[in-house]
């Protein structure tokens, strides 16, 4: 199956679920609800983004269901809306930069006004000329909330930044307020909007009765009907512990939560429903809403658990400073999963692996889970098998041969590695946080995981452990790694503009640094016939390398050096060479490859027998617009959508 919708720079791809018709009917019932569970969250994640979000999204989906009905849809307002969806509101999902419309204002304001006043008001809340006001000049004026998350130190993080945490604050009353959140348990850094009343900070927490309520109680709904079908009594304590956590919003729920969920290790079915990963903020405190059903491939997740039990060893070898190391590791398991349903930050575009809980202090204590995606990964690989780009970047016909040998096996060790181990390992200096690093953290805390996979996956252990063929496969990895680093990664960034996503930034670090660092006789940027490419000379060598640069990103991930993280990521890890980067945009859009890919899920659909779900049925025939417009309906619940 290949790509089901193609749009701007997004290609809209569909996951199986292998087996689903033969689990048992009970299973597939957990599976129902822990869906539904997720489903409801979407507009927590479209608000969280921009609090506009949510206004434009349904006044244009008026007009489109408008001129759907009249046989008159434009294709302009389509591409808009599907770019909407893809993006959970106005800011491209990767670069952060706000999209504009292929339609004007004028048109927009006629279109409006063509819609039935009532069915417009029932759809959107508001009248047409008062939505039109409020969302026309964000859509159509360039400067405004241009940028969905600002990184750049030169500026205020907090009000620069149009994604919507943080109200009427700058930066440094944010960053007073919770300069000791660790000491005060009554923040809640992680699950607030910090607003300013009278000149003074205060939290709206996210909670049942406090902002999203209305969404979290329709979660918590589903959750509570998961529990009667749940597989085991640790996993009923986890979704009681969920729920409890939605209600009051208290950090000691949520560690409790996640204490429980690390430690639920038995069942067939897991998921992740929450306020997870910082990446959207600024100062990577607050946290996106995202979910991901989970069915554990059983076979797939023995394979995988041989890196597990190795953790220590892996630990004991890692190339780091021995007061950095971890003396007893953990809890670390890996589970392969097949996607279910995916939902909030995770649709439609969806990470291929997941380490949770980001806590470090839970982490060291009590471990984490990494789940790789398998049938994610898969749909991914199919998508990319022979469309070009490898063979276009690849220095020499060997190198691209080698890579379509071995490609899938070493970009799938390097996810379990990064995930993992990746994540989980090292420890803090006492006194030090992540938190420190601020903007620069999350690129750190990727670089660092990516490290350890490259480190690690030319190790002749891998091959012992068989876990790789043979290091021809660790080689290819490295070749693809740097490829797409210095390269094929940048594809996906509009030209005169720089990196600002983490895992873009991190990669870029990592390759450059080494480029600058091991010299030519093991690394090199090559020009021929006026196209770029990388030659790696010595593989062995970079290796070292790659250690070296681990030991640095770990020092500085301890210390929570501040100083040394800006240092890295500003010299290495962001500005593009506009020469290249026009290059490779070039020798990339003669291939007509969208740069990024995003999901449909599947349809259930409960069997009902007495009034109670008894059994589930489950399609692919959705297209990605049936979609988004059924959810826009069926997963929208009433929700205070005012401009605030
Ligand atoms: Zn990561």
């Known amino acids: 199956m290949t790509s089901v919708d193609r749009f701007a720079d997004i290609s809209i791809l569909r996951y199986e679920i292998p087996d689903f018709d033969r689990l048992p009917p009970v299973r597939k019932v957990l599976l129902f609800y822990l869906s539904k569970a997720a489903l409801y969250g979407r ?131 944010v960053e007073e307020f919770y300069a000791d959140a660790d000491a005060d348990a009554s923040r809640h850094p992680l699950n607030s909007t910090l607003v300013s009343t009278g000149g003074q900070p205060r939290e709206i927490v996210w909670r049942v009765g406090g902002r999203y309520s209305e969404c979290l109680a ?36 949520f560690a409790q939560y996640n204490i429980s969920w690390v430690a639920e290790r038995e069942a067939g079915v897991d998921f992740i429903n929450g306020f997870i990963e910082v990446y959207s903020d600024p100062l990577g405190l607050k946290a996106t809403w995202e979910s991901i059903v989970q069915l554990v491939d059983d076979e797939a997740t023995r394979r995988a658990d041989v890196i597990c039990r190795h953790a220590q060893w892996f630990e004991d070898h890692s190339p780091i400073d021995d007061e950095y190391r971890k003396k007893n590791v953990r809890g670390v398991s890996m589970r392969v999963i097949n996607a279910v349903m995916l939902g909030g930050d995770c649709y439609p575009s969806t990470p291929i692996g997941v380490n949770l809980p980001n806590e470090d202090r839970i982490r060291e204590r009590y471990g984490s889970k990494s789940v790789s995606l398998a049938n994610i990964s898969a749909a991914h690989r199919k998508a990319a098998a022979d469309n070009g780009v490898a063979r276009e970047f690849a220095q020499t016909e060997a190198e691209w041969q080698r890579c379509r040998l071995y490609g899938a096996v070493g970009s799938e060790l390097h996810t379990q590695l ?138 500085i991930k301890s210390e929570g ?51 109670k779900v008894a059994d589930v049925r489950i399609d692919y025939e959705e297209t990605y617009e049936e979609q988004m417009l059924r959810y826009s309906q069926q997963y929208s619940v009433p929700m205070r959508i005012d401009m605030d």
């Open 561 to 611: 050096n501040y100083d040394e993280a800006r240092a890295l990521v500003e010299t290495y890890g962001i500005r593009l060479d506009p020469a290249l980067h026009a290059e490779v945009a070039e020798r990339y859009a003669a291939l007509r490859v969208a740069p990024f890919a995003g999901f449909v899920n599947p349809r259930m659909t409960p069997v009902m027998i007495n009034n």
């Open 218 to 253: 329709y979660v918590c709904h589903w959750l509570n009907k998961a529990i009667g079908v749940a597989e085991n009594e640790r996993q009923v304590d986890v979704i009681r512990r969920l729920i409890r956590f939605y209600e009051t919003g208290a950090a000691s729920d």
């Open 418 to 555: 990064h995930e993992c181990l990746g994540h989980g390992s090292g420890c803090m200096k006492p006194g030090c946080r992540l938190d420190d690093l601020k903007a620069y953290g999350s690129t750190i805390e990727e670089a660092r995981a990516d490290l350890f996979a490259l480190y690690f996956m030319a190790d002749p252990k891998m091959v012992e452990l068989g876990l790789l063929p043979d290091l021809d496969a660790a080689w290819a990895h490295y070749d693809s790694y740097l490829r797409n680093g210095l390269l094929v990664q940048t594809a996906r960034i509009a030209q005169g503009k720089n990196l600002e996503e983490s895992h873009m930034r991190n990669r870029m670090l990592v390759c450059r640094w080494v480029l600058d660092n091991a010299g030519p006789q093991t690394v090199e940027m090559i020009e021929r016939n006026g196209k770029h490419y990388v030659a790696i000379r010595d593989y062995e060598s970079l290796r070292r390398y790659f250690g070296l640069l681990l030991r640095k990103v770990q020092r």
């Open 43 to 173: 507009d927590i994640v479209w608000h969280q983004n921009y609090a506009g979000n949510l206004l434009i999204r349904r006044a244009l989906e008026a007009v489109y269901r408008h001129q759907l009905a009249a046989g008159r849809p434009d294709g302009r307002l389509a591409v808009y809306l599907k770019r909407l969806w893809f993006a959970n509101g106005i800011h491209h999902h990767y670069s952060g930069d706000k999209f504009v419309p292929d339609f004007g204002r004028e048109e927009l304001c006629g279109w409006m006004a063509g819609v039935p006043s009532r069915t417009f008001e029932a759809a959107v809340g508001t009248t047409a000329d008062k939505a039109f006001e409020a969302i026309a000049p964000v859509i159509f004026e360039p400067g405004r909330d241009a940028r969905k998350v600002c990184l750049d130190p030169q500026r205020d993080l907090v009000t620069d930044s149009a994604v919507n945490f943080y109200s009427g604050l700058t930066q440094r009353q």
